[in-house]
Every structure is written in structure tokens, then in C-alpha cells.
């Protein structure tokens, strides 16, 4: 497979680094061919403006969106965001990496999503009808590929479960799973989380690093999260509200989203299914 990992540390010798290093050697090791973007190393540009549209007017007042699908149709994206493209064009899968901060992605990772997936490209995409609304959650100019997030945190892994202050992972990494990968069509692994990552010793992170060696090592074959198909017929079109019914007895929130025999409940646990347990032997 050809792999295409977002890295997203300032620094290239934190355990973010060493992690990464570890995930590319065991991917290449698997034969598959492997991309890298730095961005703190190749000092991405996370600010959207102007300047990412070189085709608008001067006198033009700045619409973000249209902007971007008028750059998208004409090929006058910059080369950076067009560099990126490509990439993820030529991916099989997308890793994104980086540290959970302020519960999470760090801005320069946001600011590539933010200027990468253009209208035209990752939204925007489809026929909009009574019948559907766009190609996307499940559908898109990604589908067909896979992606999945490689997490640390500082916080104990009992804080961000289902009863934990920090609330459960799952639910805090639900926007980027389920609105930045799934909505342009990748299938989403269960994320890879480590916690407590900086009081590990070097027990713990050789213990981690096989876990993450572990997970690239069933790349191919670990089951997606079971999200919803947005045009399967889950849905009201044009309201997007799931049909009644369809939900676990007391679901609310995130989890109605997740298909009903593979589900979490409304505190966040996840059923004994394999998806489960996927997830749990990624994070434990």
C-alpha cells in the first residue's frame, strides 16, 4: 500500500517523533511505500487568506468557500496545497499525527485540513437532490481509502473514558474521525492512543512502540469504525435527521452516528463487538 503520514510535532526528537519513526520503519519493513509531511519541518502555512487564492480579484471580497471552488475548478490553488493533493490522491491511506492539545489537533494540522481538502475536492462534491445531499460521510473523492489518527496524550487514559473528566476519546476525536476523515469517504480505523506520555520510561515506550508496530502491521485488514452511510438510507434527506428507530435504546449524541450492533452507549463504552475490541487494543 502506499501510505501517506501527516506529522504534526515541532519537535523531532519528542516521542511524537520517535513514534512516527517507529511507524514508518515497520510500514516500510511491510513493503508498503511511505510519505511523510512535516509540517512544522517544512514550516506549512496554516492561516487561510488572500494569499491562497492568487486568482482572486484585488477588489473582490473574500469568500473563503467559493474562493476555494473557483481555485479547485481553474488549477490556481497554490503549489503547496496543490503538493498535497497529489499526495493524498496517491495514498492509499492517511495517517494523521500528532498531540492531543487543548483536547485537540495542534493549529497547524487544522490549518492544513483547513487550505488541503478545497471545495471541489473534499466538499462540495456531488449531486444534491431529494434523494441525496452530496457525496460524502462514507461517500466522496476519498472513498475507497483508509485513515486513522495516531494520538498522544498527557492525561491518564482514566480520563478520558467513559466516567473520566476529560470526557471519552472517542467523543473528542468524533469531529476529526467522523468530520474531517469520514466526510470525504475514508473508511477510519480505530484511532492508535497512547496516554501518560510524559512519564513514560523506556519500558513503557518500547511497550508502546510494539502496540503502534502492531497496528501497522494490520493496517489492511483492522476493521473501520462502523459510522453511518449518510445516502444508505439511514437518513432523512433533506434534514439529515436519522430515521427513527435505528438508534440504540438511549443513544444520544456521537453515538447515533456509529451502526446499532457495533454502537457505544451514551457514556461512551463501547459493545463487545470486534470494532470494540479493535479499539480498545489500540488505546489499552
Known amino acids: 500500500m502506499k501510505v501517506l503520514v501527516v506529522f504534526a510535532h515541532p519537535e523531532p526528537r519528542s516521542l511524537n517523533g520517535s513514534l512516527r519513526d517507529v511507524a514508518v520503519s515497520e510500514l516500510e519493513a511491510q513493503g508498503h511505500e511511505v510519505r511523510v509531511s512535516d509540517l512544522y519541518a517544512e514550516g506549512w502555512k496554516s492561516d487561510v ?51 492531543l492539545w487543548w483536547f485537540s489537533m495542534p493549529a ?31 461517500e466522496g473523492t476519498l472513498a475507497g481509502k483508509r485513515a486513522m489518527l495516531i494520538v498522544t496524550a498527557g492525561g491518564w487514559q482514566e480520563h478520558y473514558s467513559a466516567r473520566g473528566i476529560n470526557g471519552p476519546i472517542d467523543d473528542l476525536l468524533f469531529p476529526i474521525n467522523h468530520g474531517i476523515l469520514y466526510y470525504p469517504g475514508y ?18 515506550f518500547q511497550a508502546t512502540a510494539e502496540r503502534l508496530r502492531e497496528r501497522m502491521r494490520t493496517l489492511a485488514t483492522t476493521s473501520p469504525i462502523p459510522y453511518r452511510r ?37 457514556g461512551g463504552e463501547a459493545s463487545a463487538t470486534r470494532a470494540t475490541t479493535d479499539v480498545r487494543a489500540a488505546i489499552a
Open 49 to 99: 487568506d488572500r494569499a491562497d487564492f492568487p486568482s482572486l480579484p484585488t477588489e473582490a471580497r473574500l469568500a473563503p468557500a467559493a474562493a476555494s471552488k473557483q481555485a479547485f475548478e481553474a488549477d490556481t490553488l497554490t503549489a503547496d496545497v496543490k503538493a498535497e493533493i497529489e499526495k493524498l490522491l496517491w495514498a492509499d491511506v492517511l495517517i494523521l499525527q500528532f498531540p
Open 108 to 138: 497547524i494540522l487544522k490549518g492544513w485540513v483547513d487550505r488541503v481538502f478545497a471545495y471541489g475536492f473534499a466538499y462540495g462534491v456531488g449531486e444534491h437532490s431529494d434523494k441525496r445531499w452530496g457525496d460524502r460521510y462514507g
Open 187 to 204: 473508511d477510519v480505523l480505530p484511532p492508535f492512543v497512547a496516554y501518560k506520555v510524559d512519564k513514560l520510561d523506556e519500558a513503557d
Open 230 to 266: 449518510q445516502n444508505g438510507g439511514d437518513y432523512l434527506i433533506p434534514s439529515m435527521q436519522l430515521r427513527a428507530g435505528l438508534e440504540q435504546p438511549g443513544a444520544i449524541g456521537f453515538a447515533l452516528h456509529v451502526a446499532q450492533d457495533e454502537a457505544r452507549s451514551p
